[in-house]
């Protein structure tokens, strides 16, 4: 039986996949690591930072016991300059989140944490597989850069935006790291602004794919995708049918004109062999 389902992640499920990436927490109180499948966390001590999957912060925050730190790529200041590079460059996008060395593959270390500290893991000269975009180390926690967006800046920014702001409420007070109100209003408005900005070239991109080339998507984002995905494949059908229906025209035509002695057989073998 035929799969129903759309081609590709839906925005559900990009959102889901974007749990894993690390994001750096300030614990309240002493936590023990977990052994996960993806390699154990480390020992959560009160007031010293750690760095912990999204998911397991967004828990640990509903249960009043970390704070999540926004990584310095949501700064309003961050968001503002990015904005106006997106705005300078029409057909371009802000560079993502440094890719590994070439040469470089994932390795982890034998130290008890592989997600708490930077020197937790390594990189192996011995070529192997390089680790995917959405899951680059350090790209959303404190230690990230100000100047490039992640591969899940989108949905981060949400779900960061929204546990601090519940993190807010159990205290009564702005978490330690974390942005007052006027500052969350003015991030909130700079993604918006930005996912429109983005948005809107990424739909321009259907100009390039009616002159026959590819659409460039590099530092498009995981949601940004999938979101446009089937604006995409809609267009890419529409002009295949287009197409087709130019080619049957234009035969259609030519049989029209031989039968009406339109055109010499001479010149057609002429023009079939030049």
């Known amino acids: 039986m035929a799969s129903t389902l759309p081609p590709g992640l839906t925005p559900a499920e990009v959102a889901f996949v974007c749990e894993m990436e690390l994001v750096t927490v300030i614990p309240r109180q002493r936590l023990e690591g977990l052994n996960l499948l993806g390699g154990p966390t480390p020992a959560l001590h009160p007031s010293r930072r750690a760095n912990i ?65 930077a020197t937790s893991t390594s990189f192996d000269d011995n070529t192997a597989p390089l680790l995917s975009p959405p899951f680059i180390t350090n790209s959303s926690t404190a230690d990230a850069s100000s100047a490039s967006l992640p591969y899940h800046w989108m949905e981060i920014g949400e779900l960061v935006l929204n546990a601090m702001g519940e993190q807010a409420q159990g205290t009564g007070s702005g978490a330690e790291g974390g942005f007052s109100r006027t500052e969350e209003e003015a991030v909130r408005g700079l993604m918006r602004d930005l996912r429109e900005v ?11 794919l009616q002159g026959g080339k590819e659409a460039d998507l590099t530092g498009v984002g995981g949601m940004e995708i999938s979101g446009s995905r089937g604006f995409f494949t809609g267009v890419v059908d529409g002009l295949r049918k287009i197409g087709a229906s130019r080619e049957l025209t234009r035969k259609e035509r030519e049989e029209n004109d031989r039968d009406n002695g339109m055109v010499d057989e001479d010149d057609d073998d002429d023009m079939s062999y030049a």
Do not use: Y
């Open 53 to 117: 999957p999204l998911w397991l912060a967004l828990l640990l925050v509903r249960q009043r016991r970390v704070q999540i730190m926004p990584p310095p790529w949501l700064a309003s200041a961050s968001l503002a300059q990015t904005l106006e590079e997106e705005k300078q460059s029409p057909t371009s996008f802000t560079r993502s989140s440094p890719l590994p060395p070439a040469n470089a593959s994932f390795k982890p270390s034998s130290s008890k944490s592989t997600f708490g500290k």
């Open 198 to 208: 983005r948005m809107a070239k990424v739909r321009a991109q259907v100009k390039t």
